[in-house]
């Protein structure tokens, strides 16, 4: 066994693991000085344009829209079509995600809160998580560059 571990040092095989682990360690340490939070919002549909313009006015420049379909507290409705009634469960939503700094999260909620609220059941929820890492693949940037 000796003699397997002595060509394995002579081929560099330790030396390659070690820096590789170094590097990975490197890359999944979490920066704590610049924490990331991932801002998660369900909005009514017809609210979207408005919510896109406050986040505008905060200064987000980015965000992914899914078109999505659920309910809470409103268990959706009861419509007629061709004279027979049925029960909606699922209505239609739009979630919203930005990823932001620490110090954005507050003015992007209160943004998305102020775009989205119609005084009605239904309006929505904003959901805020951590972020581990952010990482932009073309330039492998990480952390609030990244964003």
Same mark, same amino acid.
């Given at each position: 066994m000796p003699a397997l571990l002595e060509v394995a040092a002579a081929y560099g095989f330790f030396s390659l693991r070690n820096s590789v682990l170094a590097r990975?360690?490197?890359?999944s340490q979490y920066d704590s000085d610049s924490p990331m939070k991932l801002v998660v919002a369900f909005i009514k549909p017809f609210?979207?344009?408005? !919510? #896109?313009?406050?986040?505008?006015?905060?200064?987000?420049? *980015?965000?992914?829209?899914?078109e999505v379909k659920g309910f809470g507290r409103q268990?959706?409705?009861?419509?007629?079509?061709?004279?027979?009634?049925?029960t909606v469960d699922f209505l239609p939503k739009v979630r919203v995600e930005v990823a932001v700094t620490d110090e954005m999260v507050t003015p992007?909620?209160?943004?998305? !809160? #102020?775009?989205?609220?119609?005084?009605?059941?239904?309006? *929505?929820?904003?959901?805020?998580?951590?972020?581990?890492?952010?990482?932009?693949i073309r330039t492998e940037e990480r952390g609030d560059p990244a964003v």
């Amino acid at each position: 066994m000796p003699a397997l571990l002595e060509v394995a040092a002579a081929y560099g095989f330790f030396s390659l693991r070690n820096s590789v682990l170094a590097r990975l360690r490197a890359r999944s340490q979490y920066d704590s000085d610049s924490p990331m939070k991932l801002v998660v919002a369900f909005i009514k549909p017809f609210k979207l344009e408005e !919510v #896109k313009e406050a986040l505008s006015n905060v200064g987000i420049t *980015g965000m992914t829209v899914t078109e999505v379909k659920g309910f809470g507290r409103q268990k959706g409705h009861s419509e007629t079509y061709r004279g027979t009634e049925y029960t909606v469960d699922f209505l239609p939503k739009v979630r919203v995600e930005v990823a932001v700094t620490d110090e954005m999260v507050t003015p992007v909620v209160d943004a998305i !809160v #102020k775009g989205g609220r119609t005084g009605k059941i239904g309006d *929505g929820k904003v959901f805020v998580q951590t972020l581990e890492e952010v990482v932009r693949i073309r330039t492998e940037e990480r952390g609030d560059p990244a964003v």
